[in-house]
């Protein structure tokens, strides 16, 4: 690194959305302490989200502080994503938080603050910076993960999660450090030109530290066989974290896959390709069949977030800028329609029933033919049917993994499809073929509930009948990649 | 785009078809009551039929072009578009589509007694999507539509249906969606096989790819189309969804949705992979031949009227798949008439088996034996669908199964003589159940009483009736707009298959 560049007062500049979130943050601490009123909570960082956002797009781009922080379209992409991800969080827990009576106000500020780690970790163009981003996000969401505090699952989801996700840490600094014994440098631009001058490519220790680096990630995204803690984890965790687990955090891991893969190590893609084609399968069968046999909506939307890491896996396993917008496009659409059936899921919860089993959804369509809709519009988007959203993003992927060769991988992504058709499709029985047990209580809606079931299904008519500008948005800022 | 002749007018005259359903659809959740709902929905119908008919009118017969194009982007990066355009081919299918719609509508008036706006909206939904299966010129357009008409017809099973509807619908989802998913692999294939990459339908044709290449797509699709028309070994899933099935969806199934089966074979299967179609010929035809032999049998033992004419259709599509794959211009003309004639019988006879249900709540041969007796009239429409479906000469099925024989025979001798006792079962069951039906007695108890057909019925039976006999007794006026598509589409499959492949191979990468 000749040309380095000293911490200056205007490199800040590029970090205007991190630090209006992390001013958010603490700003959040503040009000918890001195204010009464709970409401305030949300709005506030529903507002913080919003201007983080608008940010977003009007900060400048570049590489900053030496080459450790990228801002680039790429990550400006990512961050979307997760700005969007919480923003839906958010709007989601102004009510199901008071039906849980989860009154904590660090609520928020954590959910903040695993925000700023994902942007850290989207953005870092250096190994330990990303190492930095994904602790902040990690360390947030174990605690959010743990907050029922009355709720025997969510401790033990908590301590799980906490227990394997430090495991996984462990073996990423491990990978990082055989890394950088090799190369001499945790620089992911650097890391690609030391590997072809260095000729790394077949060299064993080389890999391994690439594989370990691969595990920590593929556990991150809960890409099979590396899910084993996503079940329990999303199953005990309050159903607002389980939404903002399934796309925001999933969104950043997935950035980094993308950055450290094909930024970083595009030159051993013949040695992760097969690997990742092959968690691909794996990881769509698992979570695809295992979701069959639940009884729980909320632990069959975990195993089906499990298959949909597998299919965004397609686009990553390409290798080429085709599949990585198949993959980022995918994430952004996900992130609407899974938010939008966790929407549903929290809606449903109140004092009488939790909304979690699937019984709670027999005859829906007769006592709540409106949310009875919505959650059928969502359900058949996660099936990737046409001519739903769902089916968009899944055929960008399939495009872009039958372009780079892996017909059998689509193929076998094909079949688990129709299997996860039968799972989605049971949900839609219930709530429509079905007649309720006992009389269903009609539902009350809240303004933020209101907000997110609008802002999902304004995505999910959006990119169904018009796909093609968020694909050229992801198209485009990877030019140069 | 030298294939798509561009609608001149300033309305699109296809996008309307289209939309006017869809709009009509969405409307239906403004309008309150009941019967308000029934009359709008019948309205749009009605609408749509009128505004197709001028298609008949303005369709040139000499060309093979597609007419009425439009064409407009959707998504740029990947060359998708939004093409829309109809031939020879597709033109009576169209047309056919939109005049069973408003039949549909009046047969539910009074079958439908619960969540009549939702069922309306099914109906209309998927009106919308079959017109776009016909008219799609885009590949990726083309299976949106070709996926999105599974989703109002499951709930037309599952939510207005039988005892068993749960099974059937859910037996009829996954079974189509099983077979297709597999076509889209082989759609992403064949575009990135073709220079410059492309989705448009008509410009895929002839590319002459590899052989092996085209085995490999010509099986996604066949898998994809074979379970949709049903094709012998893959006919499952139709007799459940049938008999569950309400009246309408019944039509729907029947008359239309099965005909998207042949439709992709005479489009895509026999165009686009022509080497692999000639190869697999002889396994289509005897698989054609079974499912005659097969489906005649089947429905000769059954004592459900709904599923007696469920396998007879079996037997009927057999006879199509068979006209489609002798690959001569009688077979195929024959088969594209038939499909049209399969539409108009087996979709009245559904009616009719509705009617009766609506009646005695049974659709037991044995209940409702001797109903003739009560209700002349409704035996009389009954007496000709049974005649029109076992291919009485002056009825249209006449036509269609004579030129697809003719061509049979043409093709081989041996073929052809197997499939005719397909048509003798037919005379066997239809009469069978006639025989049942009308004077099968009057010693029946539940029957007296029985109402014969109201004025609505009538006008829901009597166009299908008038159908018959044109086609019957004329088929000049519907065969003529088939030539120039057919020999046009003859041409691309024999001519590639003996002349010289105009591309160079392009491999599998």
């Known amino acids: 690194m000749n040309t380095f560049s000293p911490f200056t007062l205007s490199s800040l500049s590029f970090l205007g959305p991190e630090l209006v979130l992390l001013s958010v943050g603490i700003l959040l601490i503040v009000v918890d302490l001195f204010f009464e009123n709970r409401l305030l909570l949300p709005w506030l960082t529903a507002a913080g989200t919003l201007v983080s956002l608008v940010l977003l797009f009007n900060s400048p781009s570049g590489i900053v502080f030496g080459y450790m922080y990228v801002v680039d379209a790429y990550s400006v992409f990512f961050k979307m994503v997760c700005l969007v991800g919480v923003l839906f969080t958010v709007l989601l827990s102004e009510r199901y938080l008071t039906t849980e009576k989860l009154r904590h106000g660090e609520y928020y500020s954590l959910l903040v603050f695993s925000t700023v780690g994902m942007m850290a970790m989207v953005s870092g163009g250096d190994l330990i910076v990303v190492y930095l981003g994904l602790e902040l996000m990690a360390l947030s969401v174990y605690c959010l993960v743990g907050l029922l505090k009355q709720d025997s699952r969510s401790n033990e989801a908590s301590l799980k999660y906490f227990l394997m996700g430090a495991f996984s840490t462990g073996l990423l600094l491990y990978g990082i450090s055989l890394i950088y014994g090799l190369t001499g440098t945790t620089d992911l631009s650097m890391l690609s030109q030391r590997v072809v001058s260095l000729d790394l490519i077949n060299n064993h220790a080389f890999l391994v530290g690439l594989g370990l680096v691969l595990v920590a990630f593929c556990f991150k995204v809960a890409a099979a066989p590396f899910h084993m803690w996503a079940p329990d984890v999303y199953e005990g965790a309050p159903s607002s974290i389980t939404a903002f687990m399934a796309v925001a955090p999933k969104a950043a891991a997935f950035a980094v896959l993308g950055r450290v893969l094909i930024m970083g190590f595009a030159d051993v893609h013949i040695h992760w390709g097969p690997i990742i084609a092959f968690l691909a399968v794996l990881t769509m069968a698992i979570g695809n069949i295992a979701a069959i046999a639940q009884k729980s909506l909320k632990r069959m939307l975990a195993y089906s977030s499990i298959a949909h890491a597998g299919y965004a896996l397609l686009g990553i396993l390409a290798g080429n800028n085709e599949g990585l917008s198949a993959t980022m496009n995918y994430l952004f659409i996900y992130a609407f329609m899974n938010m939008g059936a966790f929407a549903i899921l929290i809606l449903l919860c109140d004092n009488k029933r939790r909304g979690e089993q699937l019984d709670d959804y027999r005859g829906l369509a007769k006592t709540n033919p409106l949310v009875a809709a919505l959650m059928l519009v969502f359900l058949f988007s996660l099936v990737g049917l046409p001519p739903t959203a769902g089916f968009i993003g899944k055929f960008y992927l399939l495009v872009a993994a039958i372009h780079a060769g892996y017909i059998v991988t689509v193929v076998a992504a094909m079949i688990f499809s129709v299997i996860s058709a039968y799972y989605y499709l049971r949900v839609v029985r219930y709530m429509y073929f079905e007649n309720a047990v006992q009389e269903t209580a009609a539902v009350s809606i809240s303004p933020g509930m209101t907000a997110a079931l609008v802002l999902a299904m304004i995505g999910m008519i959006g990119m169904a009948t018009f796909p093609g500008p968020i694909l050229s948005f992801a198209g485009k800022s990877l030019i140069g990649f | ?509």
């Open chain 2, 1 to 509: 785009m030298d294939f798509l002749i561009l609608h001149d007018g300033w309305l699109p005259i296809l996008s309307i078809l289209m939309i006017l359903p869809l709009a009509g659809a969405f409307l239906l959740f403004v309008i309150p009551g009941e019967n308000f709902q029934k009359y709008w929905a019948l309205g749009v119908t009605i609408l749509t039929a009128a505004v197709s008919l001028p298609l008949y009118y303005s369709f040139d017969p000499t060309t093979h072009n597609y007419q009425f194009g439009e064409h407009h982007s959707w998504i740029p990066a990947l060359n998708v578009n939004y093409t829309l355009g109809i031939d020879g081919i597709s033109l009576l299918l169209v047309l056919m589509t939109t005049l069973l719609m408003p039949l549909c509508v009046l047969c539910s008036w009074r079958y439908i007694t619960t969540k009549v706006r939702a069922f309306m909206f099914c109906l209309l939904l998927i009106e919308s999507t079959m017109l776009g299966v016909f008219m799609a010129l885009d590949f990726v357009f083309f299976y949106i539509v070709w996926e999105a008409t599974l989703i109002p017809m499951f709930f037309l099973i599952g939510v207005w249906g039988g005892e068993r509807k749960i099974y059937a619908s859910i037996k009829f989802f996954l079974y189509t969606l099983a077979g297709s998913v597999l076509m889209l692999v082989a759609i992403i294939a064949l575009y990135f096989n073709t220079d410059p990459h492309t989705f448009s339908i008509p410009l895929l044709m002839g590319q002459g790819y590899s052989s092996i290449f085209q085995k490999w797509v010509f099986v996604a699709f066949f898998l994809a189309f074979a379970i949709k028309v049903p094709m012998f070994p893959f006919h499952t899933w139709l007799p459940a969804a049938h008999v569950q099935a309400p009246t309408a969806g019944s039509v729907i199934l029947a008359s239309v949705l099965l005909k998207m089966g042949t439709y992709g074979f005479l489009r895509f299967c026999l165009p686009i992979t022509p080497a692999a179609s000639v190869t697999f010929t002889p396994y289509i035809l005897w698989l054609s031949v079974a499912g005659i032999l097969y489906g005649g049998f089947t429905a000769l033992a059954q004592s459900d009227m709904k599923k007696l004419i469920a396998y007879s259709s079996v037997g009927h599509m057999g006879f199509i798949t068979l006209g489609i794959f002798v690959l001569n211009p009688n077979g195929m003309e024959g088969a594209l008439l038939q499909m049209i004639n399969h539409g108009i019988t087996t979709g009245a006879l559904f009616l009719c088996v509705g009617i009766i249900y609506e009646r005695t709540h049974t659709r037991e041969l044995a209940l409702n034996a001797g109903v003739g007796m009560y209700m002349p009239v409704y035996v009389t429409f009954l007496a000709f669908f049974s005649l029109s479906s076992l291919a009485f000469p002056g009825t249209n099925s006449f036509i269609g199964e004579f030129m697809i024989l003719a061509g049979g025979f043409a093709k081989s001798k041996l073929i052809a003589t197997c499939a005719i006792p397909g048509a003798i079962l037919a005379a066997a069951y239809m009469l069978r159940m006639l025989q049942k039906v009308i004077w099968g007695g009057t010693e029946n108890p539940i029957h007296t009483g029985l109402s014969d057909l109201n004025t609505r019925e009538i006008v829901t039976l009597a166009p299908l009736l008038l159908l018959v006999f044109w086609i019957g007794l004329a088929p000049k006026p519907f065969i003529n707009v088939m030539h120039a598509s057919v020999a046009h589409l003859l041409e691309q499959v024999i001519g590639m298959q003996t002349g010289i492949a105009p591309m160079a191979n392009v491999l599998l990468p």
